[in-house]
DNA sequence: CGGTTCATTGAGCCACATCAAGAAGTGTGG
DNA sequence: CCACACTTCTTGATGTGGCTCAATGAACCG
């Protein structure tokens, strides 16, 4: 990751135009760049805890972060995947909700609170795309409800794998994924069980399901193609367009 | 329901501070006020269709109303529950992703898209608002998801009760329920099972169990007493302040 | 008072969890 | 280079929470 470039100039910013900053113009681009920051945060470090202060709000810039929230019990559900240009921390509550830890390396673009939530009154490009943004995430939550609830354990695994090669492919500026689509998985199995409310072995003997069925093909245990989307998309039960603008 | 009084000012609305224009002042009410409309739906009749378009968004009034999805075999899931002051309808998106269908009667104060669309540009304190309540929704449908993909039957009835309970007493502005709390139901058997991922047999058991533990008492199917509300709290695996601000 | 709808309760079953044992990869130290 | 520990994933055997199917009860209503 070179540093210096970031720092220097949003304009080389790869998620510029697709994050809370999507929106702004040249001048509002300066404001952003006199106050933000950048800080990078190793695999399984924690980047927010439930309970806790959260004192900066950010857009991740590279990596890949879970959030959720963990029973006392420890039984834990996830309740999000932040990829790059998501938006983390809740202006107008310094409290976290949930815990969020690096999947991978990440890298953020942080703002102050105090700083952030007085740009978000005073400058209504990043207030409007930050209305986006959230309804979106209100969105993904709605499907993320629905799958939890009502899903099963096979057609779980089908639809997170079909919403990872959609979001994969919107990074790419494809509209849609093209088969045979060639995906890779961020996360461990456990981290695909608690996004799903499920186990690891369930995950586990569901993909060696759908392998067997030919619905995908396993080249290692974070990589699978995927043959035919579209086939996989019936399997998870999937009748909406979830990743539409 | 004396339609004429409502028409007639903003200011003897009952949501005029909860709703999307709780922050307006009283020149931005005098616009809202001549391209609102007001419309009643009577039990069971539809508000939106998933896939349909939704060519007015609202405000609900009075009355109670759920937000779901089908899945082609006919397994439904809810994804959120209308009280008064809830929003309905997402600027920027004409196609309604989920069914809304009304519980008890219900008033819409609504607005024609474009013209909202427009407000919501031009009127910050409308935007800032919306934005507070998305932002409240997504940390409720989060909140959901925990439940549904990690709670047992038995929590997940509990924790519903308590959010009834919650934003039941937050409508009469108290902060707190105090136990012995009295609780109705606005949903039907079907439709709690419905909102927590599971059966009506298992809903109806689970609360003749909590009945037997004594955490609740019945009156009719439709009313409850909580007689302390913090142990049902407990009994919901209840960690957190999903209702704070 | 029969018909209809909604809720409760019981009996049996099944999808997924739990428990347990490898297997495959990865890093560390000798 | 191997030996060993450790982590992650897979697979099998068994258990169980909630679903399915079925019957009964309770409220409402024409």
Redesign the interface.
């Known amino acids: 990751m070179n540093m210096a470039r970031l720092k220097d100039s949003c304009k080389a910013c790869p998620i510029r135009h697709s994050a809370v900053c999507a929106e702004c113009d040249t001048d509002e681009l300066a404001i952003l760049e006199q106050v933000k920051s950048y800080r990078t945060y190793a695999p399984g470090e924690s980047l927010a805890s ?2 806790e202060k959260l004192d900066h709000l950010s857009s991740l810039v590279t990596g890949c972060a879970t ?1 959720s ?1 963990t ?3 420890g ?3 996830a ?2 995947l932040l990829l790059p240009a998501d938006f983390i921390g ?4 310094a409290i976290s ?2 815990d969020i830890e690096a999947v991978s390396e990440v890298t953020l673009c942080r703002f102050e609170r105090v700083q952030f939530e007085r740009l ?2 005073e400058t ?1 490009h990043i ?2 795309r ?3 943004m ?2 979106d ?3 993904a ?6 799958t ?4 099963t354990a096979r057609e779980k695994i089908a639809s997170f794998l079909v919403s990872m090669a959609r979001r994969q492919t919107a990074v790419t500026k494809r509209a849609v994924p093209v088969s045979p689509v060639l995906l890779h998985l961020p996360l461990s199995r456990q981290a695909i069980a608690d996004h ?2 499920l186990t690891i072995e369930t995950v586990s003997r569901q993909l060696t399901q759908l392998r067997k069925s030919g619905l995908i093909s396993v080249i290692d245990s974070r990589d699978i193609t995927i043959p035919d989307f579209e086939s996989l998309q019936l399997e998870a ?1 999937d ?2 367009a ?1 990743d ?2």
């Open positions: 439930a309970g959030m929230r029973l006392e019990d039984r834990r559900q309740v999000g809740r202006p107008g509550r909700l949930y978000v009154r209504p207030a409007a930050l209305l986006t959230t309804l995430e209100l969105d939550a709605r499907e993320m409800a629905v939890l609830g009502r899903r799903l409310g039960g009748d909406d979830t539409a603008p």
